[in-house]
């Protein structure tokens, strides 16, 4: 049976009355995204129409979804909320803190060795607050999300950008900062700007070397890093439906790369396939009964551009295989010919040294049965492999699966690496050089979602590509990234010239899925005797101090850094090493904006510190202003925080004095959390302004005594030689999100409605 089967049940027993309401007073009809969210609105049957991009919405999200490393600032915050217990189900998931190195086994026992202290704390939070627990080695968050949660028309919210990965089941999953989540767990509203919507029809069907992972890398290519910014991404048509469950959660798993707030695709087939497959029928059995209310009306489908904001149309079986990057995940170029000019063009290293096939994205069933497709056919035609390979499977059900039917024996035939069933590379947790930074230039190839600089291993100067995971195993036999694997042959050991075949697979395991110890550990039902203990003296874990309220005059800020071109959170707070930090501020605070170029010398991590005249490093700045009682202010670019959900990009700056965060525009996780964090997140509302700003300004906010939700705010640029700039800057806060920004967090808000409830 399902986890939390009634709960399940409640949502689709509510679900048409409150649709039929919805599409009566919308006065059309909804698409599914639409049905989703105002079945979830909660203050309950919808009374009025939403605008889209403007009005600010209270929902209420079904469940809640943690990994570890965002898990243990959001359950630091959620110990403060004074609550005895989660009010909606809650999971924590240990896939972040295991660093891929040696291979499963060696690496798992590593991670349970120099992270006991936070999977303890971890484990006794959720045994305390009534959370289930996801120990480490069971898997990659999403895809366990994906066979254990996920549910269609669903509502979920979790502390990482790629949680929209659930929308292959027909979910409206949005990532969040630990903030976001806690307001949920303490049973309060979650709020969220009413989704613009963009409609993707996919026609046709996808063959031969052209996978799933293809339609999102051509996606990407159309709208770009930011394009879906404000709105949720809905996939329907006959190709939508062609489509397998898995399939569909990795093109929406990587509409994160695009900004968007969430993909999804309507309830079908494959999806009641993948229900049964991983023994939730009864889930199948409650959704058939309300099939219609789980996909958008057949009017919206016939006539999209009358509904949707923005329609986009692709024909699968004209698309053909895809990589994109490096350096950006919207970067996309056709496998071989094309690949290969570019490469030249731009002095990309044509040598592919490892293909890494996982990560949430791509960490199925299937597509392990496709990618060992390509390396049967390796031994078969006596084929040696030219670059390294390493998988990740996506959890202990897929890995045991997959080890019980010969998948990854077959691997292993190759020399491959099967490291444990965790994040590891995607998210630089990969430790591939003992000196990345003075490591050389080279290319991957990798079936995960984001390829920053330094994402993988560290290194500024590896050129990583996202491509499905077929053709990541067929590139790294070939061991050249311009290979095309449908018209390019390869010499066997032999002398002989080979081909691949097209890549075979199998949807579901034909077997059925199998495992001995999925890794689950069921809290138990009263917490209130569990003792959570922090080491005063830990480096791992600090027990959290509420910020003070920042106050409506702030004047005499000095600049902090003016962040020049993409500043992703990655920028912001790496992670990589620094994930044993996450637990503990004040010692993550030191990789605060350390990645990001400085505009004024094009350097990272060397600031001018105007106290002093001297140069350093941006925390020891930022220390050495808040320890003399100065705010200071960031200034950024476009899309500023686009990438992880990670809050600690908000929270870092937040602890280190950091007043104000003015860009040209944010990623929206990102400017929710600062908001979350009672900082001041602007936006120039003349983008040229941006260039008025030198390293020596100082800044006075002349109007912040009158900060009210549509009012712009007045900013005098004081520069060093006595002139001043005077601009205005935007800001989206409405009434409640000012009410934080004056109690100094969302968190002390809650604190005080808790203690006077």
């Given at each position: 049976?399902?986890f ?5 049940k409640?949502?689709y027993?509510?679900m ?9 007073v919308?006065?059309?009809?909804l ?10 609105l ?14 600010y ?11 570890d490393?965002t898990?243990?600032?959001a ?14 189900p809650?999971?924590?998931?240990c ?11 060696t ?9 006991s202290?936070?999977?303890?704390f ?6 305390k ?5 996801w120990?480490?080695?069971?898997g990659?968050?999403h ?6 949660y ?5 509502m ?6 790629h949680?929209v ?9 949005i ?5 976001d ?5 303490a049973?309060?509203?979650?709020e ?10 996919l026609?046709?069907n996808i063959?031969?070397?052209?996978a ?6 051509k996606?990407a290519g ?5 394009g879906g ?5 809905e ?9 397998s469950?898995t399939?569909?959660g990795t093109?929406?798993?990587m509409?994160a790369e695009?900004?968007a707030?969430?993909s ?8 009641e396939r993948?229900?049964?497959a ?16 789980l996909?958008?009306?057949?009017e919206?489908?016939?006539?999209p551009e009358?509904y ?7 024909d ?5 295989p ?8 919207d970067l996309?170029t056709?496998?071989?010919?094309d690949?290969g000019?570019?490469a030249?063009?731009?002095d990309?290293?044509?040598k ?5 096939i ?11 049965s496709?990618?060992?497709s ?9 084929l ?8 990740n ?8 699966t ?9 691997f292993?035939?190759?020399d ?13 947790q990969w430790?591939?050089?003992s000196?990345p930074?003075?490591a050389?230039k080279?290319s991957i190839?990798?079936?995960f979602?984001?390829?920053?600089a330094k994402r ?5 100067n ?6 499905s ?14 290979f095309?694997?449908m ?5 066997n050991?032999d002398?002989?010239e ?6 075979t697979g199998?949807?579901?395991?034909p077997k059925?899925?199998a ?8 809290p ?6 569990v ?18 309220p920042?106050?409506?005059?702030i004047?005499g800020a000095k600049?902090?850094i003016?962040?020049f071109g993409?500043?992703?959170t990655?920028?912001i707070s ?5 994930l044993r930090?996450r ?6 605070s ?8 400085n ?11 105007q ?5 350093e490093?941006v ?39 950091v007043?104000?965060v ?7 996780i ?8 009672g ?5 120039f ?15 006075n ?7 009210a ?23 989206t ?10 109690e100094g967090?969302?968190?002390n808000?809650i604190?005080?409605e808790n203690?006077?409830a």
């Amino acid at each position: 049976m399902a986890f939390d089967i009634d709960m399940i049940k409640k949502v689709y027993a509510q679900m048409a009355e409150r649709v039929d309401k919805a599409r009566e007073v919308v006065g059309k009809p909804l698409t599914l995204s639409e049905k989703i969210l105002y079945n979830h609105l909660w203050d309950g049957s919808p009374t009025k129409a939403f605008t889209r991009g403007k009005d600010y919405v209270d929902f209420a999200p079904d469940r809640i979804a943690c990994q570890d490393a965002t898990a243990q600032m959001a359950l630091l915050q959620f110990m403060q909320a004074g609550k005895p217990k989660v009010a909606v189900p809650t999971t924590v998931h240990c896939d972040h803190l295991i660093q891929a190195k040696d291979g499963a086994t060696t690496d798992l026992k590593h991670a349970n060795s120099v992270s006991s202290e936070v999977f303890e704390f971890l484990a006794s939070v959720s045994n305390k607050y009534g959370i289930g627990f996801w120990k480490p080695g069971a898997g990659i968050i999403h895809q366990v999300v994906l066979e254990n949660y996920a549910f269609p028309g669903g509502m979920m919210i979790g502390t990482d950008s790629h949680t929209v990965n659930a929308g292959g089941l027909g979910m409206v999953a949005i990532g969040v900062g630990g903030a976001d989540a806690v307001d949920v767990m303490a049973g309060m509203p979650w709020e969220l700007k009413f989704p613009k919507l963009i409609g993707v029809k996919l026609t046709g069907n996808i063959s031969g070397w052209t996978a799933p992972k293809d339609v999102i890398l051509k996606v990407a290519g159309i709208v770009s890093a930011k394009g879906g910014t404000g709105a949720i991404v809905e996939y329907f048509g006959p190709g939508a439906i062609s489509l397998s469950c898995t399939g569909k959660g990795t093109i929406c798993n990587m509409g994160a790369e695009i900004g968007a707030t969430t993909s999804t695709f309507g309830y079908d087939a494959s999806m009641e396939r993948y229900l049964r497959a991983t023994e939730r029928a009864d889930i199948a059995d409650a959704a058939n009964q309300v099939k219609e209310y789980l996909t958008g009306d057949p009017e919206v489908y016939a006539n999209p551009e009358q509904y949707f904001d923005q329609v986009i149309e692709i024909d699968l079986s004209k698309l053909g295989p895809l990589l994109n990057g490096p350096f950006t995940p919207d970067l996309s170029t056709s496998a071989g010919k094309d690949m290969g000019e570019k490469a030249k063009a731009n002095d990309w290293p044509i040598k592919v040294e490892w293909g890494l096939i996982g990560s949430c994205t791509n960490s199925s069933y299937e597509d392990l049965s496709r990618a060992s497709s390509i390396a049967q056919q390796a031994l078969d035609k006596g084929l040696k492999m030219k670059a390294e390979l390493g998988i990740n499977p996506g959890s202990e059900q897929v890995r045991y699966t997959a080890d019980r039917d010969g998948i990854l024996g077959i691997f292993e035939k190759l020399d491959a690496k099967i490291f444990t069933n965790a994040c590891g590379p995607c998210i630089g947790q990969w430790a591939r050089y003992s000196d990345p930074k003075n490591a050389p230039k080279n290319s991957i190839v990798h079936s995960f979602n984001r390829n920053f600089a330094k994402r993988a291993d560290g290194n500024p100067n590896t050129h990583a590509f996202v491509a499905s995971p077929e053709l990541t195993a067929a590139i790294a036999i070939a061991g050249r990234l311009d290979f095309n694997p449908m018209t390019d042959k390869l010499i066997n050991e032999d002398g002989q010239e080979v081909m691949f075949d097209e890549p075979t697979g199998w949807e579901l395991p034909p077997k059925g899925f199998a495992v001995e110890d999925a890794g689950y550990v069921e809290p138990v039902a009263d917490g209130s005797k569990v003792e959570v203990s922090v080491s005063p003296t830990s480096e791992r874990l600090q027990l959290l101090t509420p910020f003070e309220p920042l106050g409506n005059e702030i004047n005499g800020a000095k600049l902090l850094i003016k962040a020049f071109g993409k500043c992703t959170t990655d920028h912001i707070s790496m992670a990589g090493p620094w994930l044993r930090f996450r637990g503990h501020l004040d010692n993550i605070s030191n990789n605060c904006l350390i990645g990001a170029v400085n505009a004024f010398g094009k350097k990272t991590n060397f600031v001018k510190n105007q106290l002093t005249g001297e140069f350093e490093g941006v925390p020891d700045a930022a220390r050495a202003y808040k320890a003399a009682g100065v705010k200071t202010i960031v200034v950024g670019d476009h899309n500023y925080g686009e990438g992880s959900s990670r809050e600690h990009a908000a929270m870092e700056p937040r602890h280190l004095g950091v007043a104000a965060v003015i860009v040209k525009s944010f990623a929206r996780i990102h400017e929710t959390n600062l908001k979350k964090q009672g900082m001041l997140g602007l936006t120039f509302a003349n983008e040229n302004d941006y260039d008025l700003i030198q390293e020596d300004d100082t800044f006075n906010f002349i109007d912040l005594n009158e900060f009210a939700p549509d009012k712009q705010l007045t900013l005098e640029i004081v520069h060093a030689d006595g002139s001043k700039d005077t601009i205005k800057l935007n800001h989206t806060y409405n009434q409640p999100q000012i009410d934080w920004y004056n109690e100094g967090s969302a968190l002390n808000l809650i604190k005080k409605e808790n203690a006077s409830a």
